[in-house]
């Protein structure tokens, strides 16, 4: 425990490099991912916007990246991470690659909670003769807004995970303080503190998230 308190200005730095990942990931990530989500609902065959070629291109690409295990994907992107930020390591390096990473798994989140929508509510939508993009951005999401939000808080306990990856690239974060002053040093109060605080923060975006959601259901 002593040892805790003397690497107590590391703990809080760890928190604030996980807090920094995870925030701006879950930003960047959430948007491209709406994006993303909003072409292939849009685009697919029968819908608002129908366009097959570009349906299946992004289909595709999202069903090739979205299996791949964080790790292997931190790994295999990072001529694009060089090219882009200038850098394979440190926090900013896991934040671009974990945004990445985030927008592929949002994407598939928001098409199958528009694909939940009513028809009905989209037909009405047709016969007031509204047009399609007004469609998709005044009825359908806002129609699908409540599970959407509960799968962002799905999304945000997914990348707080794999954040604790950060570590492997010198993107420092709780999970590199648990291994380097936890169990590296066979000291399990610094792992159960650390723990304890990564689950803190799941469950206050979990709260959050819940509470967005319901307020979103009731409205």
């Known amino acids: 425990m002593d040892e805790f308190i003397t690497n107590l200005p590391i703990f809080r730095q760890a928190i604030g490099q996980t807090l920094y990942i995870v925030g701006i990931s879950v930003v960047v990530g959430g948007l491209l991912g709406l994006a993303l989500g909003l072409v292939l609902y849009a685009t697919r065959p029968g819908s608002l916007m129908a366009n097959r070629a570009v349906f299946i291109t992004v289909n595709i690409l999202v069903n090739i990246v979205r299996p791949i295990p964080f790790v292997i994907f931190l790994t295999a992107i990072q001529p694009l991470m060089l090219h882009t930020i200038g850098t394979t390591i440190g926090t900013n390096a896991v934040t671009f690659a974990l945004s990445l990473a985030a927008a592929f798994a949002v994407s598939r989140i928001i098409e199958q909670n528009l694909l939940a929508v009513e028809p009905g509510v989209l037909e009405a939508a047709r016969a007031g003769g509204a047009r399609p993009i007004s469609i998709l951005l005044t009825v359908v999401v806002p129609e699908a807004l409540g599970p959407v939000i509960l799968g962002y808080t799905f999304i945000f306990v997914g990348v707080v995970d794999m954040s604790a990856q950060a570590g492997l ?16 040093r066979y000291n399990w109060p610094v792992v159960y503190i650390t723990v304890a605080t990564i689950i803190v923060i799941v469950q206050a975006g979990q709260f959050l998230g819940n509470a967005l959601a319901r307020r979103a259901l009731r409205r």
């Open 169 to 184: 690239f010198g993107g420092g974060g709780l999970g590199d303080f648990a291994v380097t002053y936890g169990s590296q």
